[in-house]
């Protein structure tokens, strides 16, 4: 089993080691799968031939946050589990559609018999999307392209997600006031989704939704969003990630600025400083998916499908994985968990 993880991580990706590593369980990956670092290519490095008659799969992000190291592993787990697979794990590194794109072109040129993938953008994606299907079995994870044809989506049900985020904002907020949503890609279908459910979970409540703002999945530009929103909007009552890398924005924004306690933050996932700012009482809380269950099925219902066997898949090609809301009161428990399933 071999593992190539493909990470073109931009400069401004320098997030707090200590609690990558408590989230990560990061440690050297002797296990039996190497990782390849990455180069200055935006494309995929060639693969090194397999040991053995192996299976050659990939797993493609839609961009490059600490929230798909977690997946990794999970993708690092299957194939060490199956021992006959190897997975490439390509983080497209400027989040755009055409990136992605070519990863993926570069992925069928070299003969992968399964890709699973966050689209970047499902609508403009789909032809491409379809195309990929021709020559592959694709399946997506995390973010759907539900018009592609796509055999599967693995990853969490996103409106509920967004309802869930919703029902945190009210309790953060029994009075009202105004918010603000920050996202990468509002086009994304997981974007969409989440948003719409905080909508709907919002509706008859007098919490007002002023904006959405994106930031193109630029980390620098996430968190100047939150910290222009505080300007532009004084009388701003909460701020909200949608993305991973959004809550740990958000949060050092509200800190530069003064404002911890006086803006309620709530977000989706544990990217480093997520989980610092829900103990010390400036983060609310953060609805958390499980990336590394949706990195493992995918290998394991990609190796299935190379060998023709379909009965992994479920009858309305949703294989949904629950979330969670995250509190002060449960983090400790949640991040203990989560680093014994991730071997730290």
């Given at each position: 089993?071999?593992?190539?993880?493909?990470?073109?991580?931009?400069?401004?990706?320098?997030?707090?080691?200590?609690t990558?590593?408590?989230?990560?369980?990061?440690?050297?990956?002797?296990?039996?799968?190497?990782?390849?670092g990455?180069?200055?290519?935006?494309?995929?490095?060639?693969?090194?031939?397999?040991?053995?008659?192996?299976?050659?799969?990939?797993?493609?992000?839609?961009?490059?946050?600490?929230?798909?190291?977690?997946?990794?592993?999970?993708?690092?787990?299957?194939?060490?589990d199956?021992?006959?697979?190897?997975?490439?794990?390509?983080?497209?590194s400027?989040?755009?559609?055409?990136?992605?794109?070519?990863?993926?072109?570069?992925?069928?040129?070299?003969?992968?018999?399964?890709?699973?993938?966050?689209?970047?953008?499902?609508?403009?994606?789909?032809?491409?999307?379809?195309?990929?299907?021709?020559?592959?079995?694709?399946?997506?994870?995390?973010?759907?392209?539900?018009?592609?044809?796509?055999?599967c989506?693995?990853?969490?049900?996103?409106?509920?997600?967004?309802?869930?985020?919703?029902?945190?904002?009210?309790?953060?907020?029994?009075?009202?006031?105004?918010?603000?949503?920050?996202?990468?890609?509002?086009?994304?279908?997981?974007a969409?989704?989440?948003?719409?459910?905080?909508?709907?979970?919002?509706?008859?409540?007098?919490?007002?939704?002023?904006?959405?703002?994106?930031?193109?999945?630029?980390?620098?530009?996430?968190?100047?969003?939150?910290?222009?929103?505080?300007?532009?909007?004084?009388?701003?009552?909460?701020?909200?990630?949608?993305?991973?890398?959004?809550?740990?924005?958000?949060?050092?924004?509200?800190?530069?600025?003064?404002?911890?306690?006086?803006?309620?933050?709530?977000?989706?996932?544990?990217?480093?400083?997520?989980?610092?700012?829900?103990?010390?009482?400036?983060?609310?809380?953060?609805?958390?998916?499980?990336?590394?269950?949706?990195?493992?099925?995918?290998?394991?219902?990609?190796?299935?499908?190379?060998?023709?066997?379909k009965?992994?898949?479920?009858?309305?090609?949703?294989?949904?994985?629950?979330?969670?809301?995250?509190?002060?009161?449960?983090?400790?428990?949640?991040?203990?968990?989560?680093?014994?399933?991730?071997?730290?």
């Amino acid at each position: 089993m071999t593992t190539q993880f493909m990470f073109r991580r931009p400069a401004t990706l320098g997030a707090a080691a200590l609690t990558l590593m408590l989230l990560a369980g990061c440690h050297n990956d002797s296990n039996g799968g190497g990782t390849t670092g990455a180069g200055s290519s935006t494309a995929p490095a060639a693969t090194p031939a397999a040991s053995g008659d192996h299976t050659q799969l990939a797993f493609v992000t839609n961009n490059p946050s600490d929230y798909w190291t977690i997946c990794r592993k999970g993708t690092e787990a299957a194939a060490k589990d199956l021992k006959n697979v190897d997975v490439q794990f390509i983080m497209p590194s400027d989040g755009s559609a055409a990136t992605q794109t070519q990863d993926v072109n570069d992925l069928l040129a070299k003969g992968v018999k399964g890709i699973a993938i966050s689209p970047v953008d499902p609508t403009n994606e789909t032809p491409f999307l379809n195309t990929v299907a021709s020559k592959t079995n694709l399946i997506t994870s995390d973010s759907d392209a539900a018009k592609s044809n796509r055999l599967c989506y693995i990853g969490t049900d996103n409106h509920a997600a967004g309802v869930m985020a919703g029902g945190l904002i009210n309790k953060a907020l029994p009075q009202g006031g105004k918010i603000m949503l920050f996202v990468g890609k509002a086009d994304a279908q997981n974007a969409k989704d989440r948003i719409s459910g905080i909508q709907d979970a919002l509706k008859g409540t007098k919490v007002q939704i002023v904006a959405v703002r994106t930031d193109d999945t630029d980390h620098t530009a996430a968190k100047k969003n939150a910290a222009d929103a505080l300007v532009s909007t004084p009388d701003l009552a909460a701020e909200v990630g949608i993305w991973s890398y959004n809550g740990p924005a958000i949060y050092n924004a509200v800190k530069e600025a003064g404002k911890s306690g006086k803006i309620k933050i709530i977000c989706f996932d544990t990217d480093p400083g997520t989980p610092e700012g829900i103990q010390d009482g400036t983060i609310d809380a953060t609805v958390v998916q499980d990336p590394y269950t949706f990195g493992y099925k995918s290998v394991q219902l990609l190796a299935a499908l190379a060998k023709g066997d379909k009965s992994g898949i479920p009858a309305n090609k949703l294989m949904i994985i629950p979330n969670e809301a995250i509190t002060k009161d449960n983090l400790a428990d949640f991040l203990a968990k989560q680093k014994k399933k991730l071997g730290g």
